[in-house]
């Protein structure tokens, strides 16, 4: 026993890096995976979002992928102690941060950002900024 808690001790260190990761982040861990868009709440800029639309969550990247085809690979950033739970996407193209927020109720994943306004939005009602209800994909 005592000899686990040795090992335990001159582990910590690397443990609570979160692996070889040099600067410690939070990636939204409860998000990683693969998320398949069932519904969209409000109006959206461009209607409904095209059947097989998914979010893949991996590692600090976001991947749009339509079909088997990925579209755009971004990173993200979430902070799970704010309420709701913040998520910063950093588009992979031109370095623009769109601020959002996100939530997991009854097994979907629930996610605004503020696109269309510039701003975090507040709220998952759908009035300034649509909000995209997902599924987890099974595999």
């Not at 639309?53 to 902070?79: C, R, Y």
Request: glycine residues 14%; proline residues 6%; aromatic residues 4%.
């Amino acid at each position: 026993m005592k000899r686990l808690a040795v090992c335990l001790l001159l582990l910590a260190p690397a443990l609570c890096r979160g692996g070889d990761d040099p600067e410690p982040r939070d990636r939204g861990g409860e998000i990683q995976g693969t998320w398949v868009v069932s519904k969209v709440i409000g109006k959206g800029p461009g209607g409904a979002p095209p059947a097989g639309l998914a979010l893949v969550f991996q590692k600090g990247k976001l991947s749009i992928k339509e079909g088997e085809q990925v579209t755009k690979a971004h990173a993200f950033t979430a902070d799970t102690k704010k309420k709701p739970a913040h998520l910063d996407i950093t588009d992979g193209n031109n370095g623009k941060k769109i601020e959002g927020i996100y939530k997991i109720e009854k097994g979907e994943l629930y996610l605004c950002i503020g696109e269309q306004t510039g701003k975090r939005p507040t709220a998952f009602d759908g009035k300034d900024e649509p909000v995209i209800v997902l599924k987890r994909q099974k595999k």
